[in-house]
């Protein structure tokens, strides 16, 4: 598999972040792009889940109200459905928390199940990729 940057990633699903060191997620007219940690998602391929209890783990600040306030975007106007750009940890970077690689997964697509923009607490599901429907896009 083929190693992207974040930026390089982003940009495989016409997207641009707001903020290239902050951000882990990006919209483009119809859809959401959102970077997920490899290792947190449960479950088997085809049926992964991904959820948090709320942000404590993750570093506070814009990027997590930036990505609170997508992923609440997404329902509004994605049906909740969003594009992932998978992140795997550098364990050698421990107790730092560093992105050794990172890459889009085209055949990748979850949808919010839960959303406290108060708490940070959400939760993805995976959809398998024929159940999803295209937006309409404006002639």
Sequence with gaps: MRKFTRTAAFQFYNTKP???????????????VVTLWKHEFQGPAG??????NNL????????SRAFIQDLAWALTHCGGLVRVIVVVRDE????AIRASECYPCKN??????HLDPATGAFSLEQ?????????ARAA
Excluded: I
Aim: hydrophobic share 40%; no cysteine.
């Design 108 to 113: 990748l697509v979850m949808r919010v199940t």
């Design 47 to 52: 049926n992964m889940v991904y959820s948090k």
């Design 92 to 95: 050698s970077a421990l107790p």
């Design 56 to 63: 404590q783990d993750w570093h506070t600040g814009t990027g």
């Design 127 to 135: 959809v398998a990729p024929a159940t999803v429907t295209p937006p």
């Design 18 to 32: 707001r903020n290239p060191f902050w951000s882990w997620s990006a919209r483009s007219k119809h859809e959401l």
